[in-house]
């Protein structure tokens, strides 16, 4: 809270206080707490928590309002407390002087220090516009503002403050002021007693004084079994995987506990018995009530005998009950001694009656227990007191109370008696002939010796006779030293915790037994089962637990001492945590495996997300990864070792992968010499960097450093670290660096010579220097022993010379390749001077003619290393439609970007809701992407009338595996005719808009489910038949700008299926402005309207008024210029008018006709919850589940509706709520004689404090009182589901209710929205608990793999080359764009083909990853198929040429007059130096003959696209083994491993290149310029079998 002295309108918070009195200001203290949380509180948080009740009050007054509260300082302020005390205290408590100054303030917002007639004017026309004193402009609001300005004033036509307080009157008939004092009157306004009552039952407070007090227990018990509830349902609630959130202990969970003990009808009886009725289960009142009454002795105890047995409910038991009590008896009789591995009884005995006797004339005997006079309770106390097996079914149940939820038995021998049954049932449970200690994984618990015996003493020999209570002291000294209480110190008195840090080497700290410890000396082993039951009994200090493991591969042990190991977790840079150490005890033959779960279960997380060190000492060389797979045994931890726990992040890398192992360290590692590489690279790198430019010095001195480290060559296996998102460099890198041929390049001094600090599009020789640094690092044979290294400087390198890659941002892989690879080419160009070269058209020459004078045309301009072994040939050739001519060109390429095969078909998820109500239906529907929407409806037509075999249990499994949704084998068919389907975009648990059907496909998002639902059909009496749904709308591009959002662009492809806007945009229906709504789920009701926040308040009231209605109108004729003008469209739609948008859009799109019969509605379920962020009431309505679309009769009657409606909802009540909610009565007509016959738990009461006004909120006529016929009631509300449209805001009305008559509905318009508000009991008692969302059709699991299906490489290589149709492209012989063909194929091949598969797809509406598995060769991929043959080109063009020459055509003869011969001579020229020589590396096979190809690195990419992780894969040449390089991990793995789904980038050698050395293919170049004649001489020197240029 603020200083006290602080002042906010005039009132000291101090003041402020005393007005308000005690009471008062204690609520609004607890007020302010609950809405700010302490802090400060901003206008939209102000007008949800002070104003919520208010739903349609204008936002801009509720800001008018916070403006003054906070003194003027703006609507983007925050209130503190002081402000927001003073200001209520003047709108609850102030004088009139007050009230009149914070009035002026709320219409004053520009704080001008006057008011003018026409802004009050405005103010008052938007605060009772819609009532009936805000109907006429000239009526009530004129009068009020006449009385205001009337008579003198000191400026005509304004009022100052003084002027103002002396004018308004606060007696509720003033116009100016009555609406302050309605609002201030309902601000305290609290909830409804019944709906508070109704509340408390279904989840009642626990009172734990009030508990302890009735069962004379130990508050603390209370507290326990609380805890034990509450543990019990977040138990239940992780099994259920996040289940809705359970709030009661239900059936199956008792009977997972006390079906050990109790035979199941009676475990089932009890505790129906113990429940409260109505209830789905227990509440924490129940259980703790529930539990405590299972120890009870006495009359309590024959109660609870009575209570279970007595079926007639009259207190008393009769012959029938007494018989059947007597048969269940001997049934838990049988069932305990068959647990605790006894013989069964035979007779009655067992419960004192002769053996001969049978149950009927026991029953008889016993006279129905009312023998003697004795009736009820005494009956069956007497009963039972007459033979101890009589009571054993109480014993039993005592015995769950103790042993399973943790209460003390009322007698120590009670104690011993359990403990003996527990111990007794576990050995029945076993076979006698097995290990004594259990099989592999039986967990056993170690006790002091000492304390055991003298527990066993005290439990067996207490000296007080008939003790019925324990000493709860635990005040008694214990001894630490080992077996705590020694053997044979026995005493009568209460033994007192368990104490076992005795037998630790360091309590509290460590779990490690002491040495040499001796099992019935100085320790004893009990089971789970015992020690959880001493403990909660007794307490205890430090559990001791031990599992049975095997030993010798067929040996049997209780392993008293485990592997103890010491985890601490690291920090976000990889640094461990010493202080955050926890003890996990492992079995010395353990897997891995078994480690990483009980870790992750230590530490409370995904054990799929860990990873563990070996942290054997803080150096980082003595530090290593546990592998995945293995046992303990073999990776040598000792007892006590360190494991350092590290959390995978987000984006997929490691925290340790940032550590600092920089190789530019001089001293790297201790085995590493002072004159190692690191040191001259290091040098070498620091003066690289330092210049702009290399000089001859600069080359001269990398030369040096080069020839310095001629040594043998290490493995290349060294990992990079992580950066921070540089998983796509280090992938990238390291594919790189086992390049063959590239690699030997940089680890000559070959690279030296090349380098280019001239070319203006190089980067002066530092992108090649700086890498060459790297890889002569990675390759060094000094760093074999090196796990990873530091490519910090390189990154900084890269960085530098491009922006694009600073940071810490993930970037594509692909796109760092192309930047290096470009990179290092012009850095390593020995073209310095470039000349400019236009590339020759085809003039009908031979290919292979055209293609080499292509490619010598490019080698003139680039020749580098780059270029020698990544760079290929396209051939493509395009020819015009119009004329046929057909142009061919000669391309270069370093990367074969190779798109997936498009599947033409899209999968698209469709939930459908059928019209009768039944449960939700799940399909997936192939449709074509280039389709409309509609085409979506006529495939699930044609999906859901499919009669599909049963799936087999193969299948079931198979879908199991694959994690598919199984298929619910009880979907019925339907037959759905696309006239009366409707496609829905929900929102907030409400129909937000209509999804056009003649909408294009490609508008839908990807992974979105869309909502379906099926409709009832028009009637044949109808006069204007409805227009086939898919032709009904045609795209209008001018409501483009209104509706387009770029934002989504940044989503995620894999969103979840939900409610969520599906269809980007929707203006082929015709909307208004929609209005903003929050999850009403979380939060409620979102008080909101599209207007602008401003400090002019006023204005925005002003502006409200007016744009309210534009808009509107604006809408309307909108809607009608679309619906007349649409072409689409075969005849006009008239639209009636005063419809919202949702009833435009209805006849828009084609569902509903002026002349028809029928209307649509749409109905949403809305009920009343307590909320935990609230000011005084915190009930608010909340809309949830599914909305409801209903085509109806116009004169359709309320009982009708509300028949229709419960037929459609009924489904998500209990079987027994909806046999005892039935349909009206005939003669039942008025809302008063509907009453089901399902009663509130609470019996409703009248509360004064609802009744008289009509500002009250009437929550209980609502969702209390008596539960109505159908569950529910009926109200026509506003389109979000929370207002009243035809009400004011200042009447706080939830909705216009529909009485469930005989009289047919009134004010019910197309795409008018009705509330269904769920009586609260309802809600709370019969709602089923786990109500099943859907049902998956044999489509799910069928369809579930088409999106994603198997592909081949050569299926993409096929549709790569495959003829393409151009829209538009130029010819140059048409001299025009037209339509042409396009066909790209390779002429030339480069020694590395590095294939890049394009899985990232991006279009206007969506962006995604392309999942599907691509099958690709790894040692034999045969590219010769693909490469182009020898036959000439343009035929048909040198044929034309030659008509052209007949024809006299004088353009042709003034293009050879010009430039022709230039040209012609030029490539005379080119062609003689082409055919001097045939053996030259541009021989006939040059790059053409030879295309198998061998992999050697994949490039991964692992997750989703925006947070995903790459790896590579990598051969190596040496060993010819595959690793998997994951930043600074390096593990092998199998080949086919590689092939995979997550391949990304393919690296691919040719064969006739394994052997070959660098030398040989790319001979060392002097550093100079390499001229046209060098470069031709160059060419013809290379011998045939050089195919590399």
Known sequence: MGPASSRSMGVASKEAGLLLGPNDLAILEQAWERISHGQTLDSKAFQKAVFGSFITMPTALSNCIFNAFTSGAGSHTELTWSQFLSGMVVFLKGDHEMKAGLLFQIFDSRRLGYLERTRLARFLTVIYEGSKDGADAGGSIAKALDQMYSGELRRSGEVDQEEFTERVRFDGNQLVTRWLDDVAACVFDGPSSHVTAIHNYYSPALDIRAVARKRRMNPNRIVALEKRFYETLRSEVDELNGGTGKIYFSLSMWQK?????????????????LSEAGRPGWTVCDFVDAITALTEAGRDTAKLMLDVFDVDRDGVLNVKETKDMIDSLIRQHCFRSQSLGDMPPKDLSCLGYAPDLTPERAAELAGGLQAKGLQGIDAVASWLSQHSGRSQLLKDLATVACADFGLRPLQPLQEWKIVFDLMKRHQASHDPASFKYGEVGTKWFLIPTGWWHNWKHFAQHSSVEGQTTHSHSKGSSHHHDRGSHKKGSHNSSDPGPIDNRGLLKKPGISNQLQSNLVCGSEYEVVVPIVWHALQSWYGGVTTVQREVVMVNSNQLQLEIYPLCLRVTTCDDKGKAKSHMEREVVVSKGASISQLNTLVADAFRINPKKLRLWNYASPKLKHQALLPTEGRLSEIGLVEGQVVVLELGLSDGTWPRSQLQSDYFDPHPADEDSPNSANSSISSSTSSSSSTSS????????????????SQPLGNGLIGLHNLGNTCFLNSSVQCLSHTPLLTQFFLSKSYVSDLNVTN?????????????????????????????????PFKKTVAKLNEQFAGTDQHDAQELLSFLLSGLSEDLNRITNKPYIEQPDSDGRPDRELADIWWRNHLRRELSIIVALFTGQFKSLLTCQTCGYASARYEPFTFLQLPLPDDPLRTIPVLLFPKDGSLPVKYLVRVNKEGLIGDILKALSKEAIVKYPPKTEAEKEDEKARMIPLTDESVPQFTLHVPDLV?????????????????????VRENIMLFVYEIESFSSSDSESVDDSTEEDDDDDDDDDDDDDDDDDDEDEEEEDGEAAVVEDKETVPQAESKDMTDSDQEGKEVTDNKKKSDDSDDDIAKEHTDSKQAMTKSEAKSADQ??????????????????????????????????????????????DKFETYFVNPFRHYLFGMPLFLRVPRDITGKDLYTLVFKQVSRLLKPEAREKLNPLPD???TASQSRSELLPPVPPVEDPSQQGSILTIHSQDAHAGAIPVYGFRLRIVSPDGMGDPSKHWLQRSIGQFIEPNDEPTTGLMDGMCIAIDWHLAMIKGWFENVPRQFLNHYSVSALSGEQDRTLKLSKCLDSFVEEEKISEAYCSKCKEHGEANLKTEFWRLPPVLVVHLKRFQFTTYSRRKLHNLVKFPVTDLDMSPYVVGEDAVNNKMSNEEEDGKDDGNEDGKEEDGDGGGVVKDK??????????????????????????????????HLGAMSAGHYVSSIKNRQSG????FNDNIISPINEKDVVSDSAYILFYVRKDMADVNIEDVYPAGNGDNINEEELVKLMKKRDRNCNVM
């Open 694 to 709: 290399f000089s001859s010095r600069n080359s001269k001195q990398v030369s040096e450093s080069v020839n310095s480290q």
């Open 1521 to 1524: 083994q595959w690793n998997c």
């Open 983 to 1003: 496609i829905l975009d929900v929102q907030n648990h409400s129909v937000a808009n209509i999804i056009s059907l003649s909408q294009p496909l490609s508008k």
């Open 1123 to 1168: 619906t007349q003008d649409s072409p689409a469209r075969p005849t006009k739609r008239a639209i009636p008018s005063g419809l919202s948008n949702l009833g435009s859009q209805v006849y828009a799109c084609g569902l509903n006709t002026m002349s028809s019969d029928v209307m649509i509605l749409t109905l949403v379920h809305r009920a009343l």
């Open 1467 to 1500: 490539v005379e020229d080119e062609k003689q130096d082409l055919v001097e020589d045939e053996t030259g590396c541009l021989s006939p096979d040059d790059g053409r003959s030879v295309g198998d190809y061998e992999l050697y690195a994949v490039v991964h």
């Open 760 to 792: 203006i599009l190089g980067h002066q020789g530092k992108l090649a220097t700086s890498y060459a640094m790297l890889i002569q690092t990675l390759w060094g044979n000094h760093n074999n022993k090196r796990k990873a290294l530091n490519p910090s």
């Open 257 to 273: 506990v006390a079906g050990v003990w109790i035979e199941p009808d009676l475990c089932q009886r009890v505790f129906h018995t």
């Open 1227 to 1229: 003669n039942m007509t």
